[in-house]
């Protein structure tokens, strides 16, 4: 069945540490996203990509980072600059915008 | 104004009671409407599709004013599994690409 793996589940990180958020999607979908939810909180994007090799900031890109090397992959990097980075993630695809977005089912992340 | 307002609720409604959410945007150029569903500590999962002047899928209308920049997600007959949080998506366009924005959405919670 078609759709979009996140991993891992659940993760923590220590202060200072860089951790790499996985996206991978088999929908073959071109457009692909990264947002952010905290608690009791609406979604914000992250970073967006709209085709291979090419990527685009979103609102509140400040301490992260991606790469789209490949078309079904779509890695966040969460890097130390930033400070509060305990949230929960959520990576989408899309076909195009007007036919809504598949979401991951989202990595926990957890600074400890 | 904020480019997607919705009424955060939350709403306590018995089951079987119809219950209305709101959302207005800001974004005069938006085509497609979406509305989402987001369980708790879940990702959201596709609704509804809006893409003219209303929507009907069984229990749920979504219906769309485009004068006043103003739609709406009706259920009828709530049932428990309804309870959740709603979120009201129009797309959104930045640096020529189109990205979906959303709402901080709105809380149900039906109750036997």
């Known amino acids: 069945d078609g759709g979009i793996t996140q991993s891992p589940k659940y993760l923590f990180r220590k202060e200072g540490q860089n951790v790499t958020l996985s996206c991978e999607q088999n929908?073959?979908?071109?457009?692909m996203y990264w947002y952010r939810q905290d608690p009791g909180q609406g979604l914000r994007l992250i970073y967006y990509?709209?085709?291979?090799?090419?990527?685009q900031k979103g609102d509140i890109a400040e301490g992260y980072s991606v790469s789209r090397e490949k078309k079904e992959s779509f890695p966040l990097t969460v890097t130390s600059a930033q400070k509060n980075p305990t949230a929960f993630y959520l990576c989408?695809?899309?076909?195009?915008?007007?036919?809504?977005?598949?979401f991951g089912s989202g990595t926990r992340l957890t600074v400890v | 104004r904020k480019e997607v307002e919705q009424d955060p609720g939350p709403f306590n409604v018995p089951e079987g009671a119809t219950v209305a959410f709101n959302c207005t945007y800001s974004?005069?150029?938006?085509?497609?409407f979406f509305w989402y569903r987001q369980d708790c500590r879940k990702e959201p999962k596709l609704l509804m599709s809006?893409?003219?002047s209303g929507n009907e899928d069984g229990r749920f209308t979504a219906q769309l004013n485009r004068a006043s920049q103003y739609i709406s997600l009706l259920i009828r007959d709530s049932k428990l599994s309804d309870s959740a949080t709603y979120l009201c998506?129009?797309?959104?366009?930045?640096?020529?690409?189109?990205?979906?924005?959303f709402g901080a959405g709105t809380r149900l919670a039906v109750h036997p």
């Open positions: 989408a695809s899309s076909i195009s915008p007007d036919s809504g977005y598949t």
């Open positions: 929908l073959n979908h071109d457009a």
């Open positions: 990509s709209q085709i291979v090799n090419d990527f």
């Open positions: 974004n005069s150029a938006s085509q497609s």
């Open positions: 809006v893409y003219s």
């Open positions: 998506v129009p797309p959104g366009f930045s640096g020529g690409y189109n990205k979906l924005i």
